[in-house]
């Protein structure tokens, strides 16, 4: 059974640098194909698509966040980490990682998703 | 474009059928995927391509993908498929894009 979970700050003042963790279990991020993306939501509007990591380390980001954005990956602990620099309040939003099996371009499995609000 | 785009809200009368579509300039190159939200819940994945359905989602539910428009069909709608669509794919650049959700309203 796949599962993730998000973790990190609920409150980040703007500037600052947000650091989220996603912890997961039932896959591993060795194997060929498989990965993990992070996807944002602010509160009432849609859900946009941040970074993706993949089981051979290449990465992905979405082009008008690119310079704001690292994913990195710890294949030993099962964990997924995005950084996100000079947060404003537009960045409050639930983030999510999700699951990518190799075998589709859809995110099969969600993690519960954490709410982070930007605001001095 | 990397765009997709989704009406924002469709009804539906209880026992009928709905189509919730999505347009974008790469589809047909790449599969639509959809992904149901329901009030304070993380997005559920029911769909990807034609017909590929994770386990747990009711064969009611189908899609299909053609000419830069991708679709999911519920058929026999049931009050509990009330709640917000998202499709994604990819776009020419091997990135991901989500279109900006269809709020479907059973009556």
């Known amino acids: 059974q796949i599962t993730l979970k998000e973790s990190g700050p609920t409150l980040v003042k703007p500037t600052q640098i947000l650091t989220l963790t996603c912890n997961f279990s039932?896959?591993?991020?060795?194997?060929?194909?498989?990965?993990v993306a992070w996807i944002r939501q602010p509160p009432g509007k849609a859900l946009e698509w941040l970074a993706l990591i993949y089981w051979d380390d290449d990465k992905r980001y979405s082009p008008s966040l690119k310079s704001r954005l690292t994913i990195t990956k710890d294949t030993s602990k099962n964990q997924v980490v995005l950084a996100m620099t000079n947060m404003d309040p537009v960045d409050t939003a639930t983030y999510y990682c999700?699951?990518?099996?190799?075998?589709?371009?859809?995110?099969?499995?969600w993690g519960q998703g954490t709410l982070v609000t930007v605001s001095s | 474009s990397s765009e997709l785009t989704q009406d924002p809200a469709v009804s539906v009368a209880l026992g009928q059928t709905v189509k919730i579509t999505c347009r974008g300039e790469?589809?047909?190159?790449?599969?639509a995927n959809w992904y149901q939200q329901k009030p304070g819940q993380a997005p559920v994945f029911v769909l990807s391509?034609?017909?590929n359905r994770p386990s747990g989602i009711p064969d009611r539910f189908s899609g299909s993908t053609s000419r830069k428009i991708g679709s999911l069909t519920i058929t026999a709608t049931q009050a509990e498929d009330e709640a917000h669509y998202y499709c994604s794919s990819r776009d020419s650049s091997g990135n991901w894009v989500f279109g900006g959700g269809t709020k479907l309203t059973v009556l």
């Open positions: 999700a699951h990518r099996p190799g075998r589709s371009d859809a995110f099969d499995i």
């Open positions: 391509g034609e017909n």
């Open positions: 790469n589809l047909g190159n790449f599969y």
């Open positions: 039932g896959f591993s991020l060795s194997t060929s194909g498989v990965g």
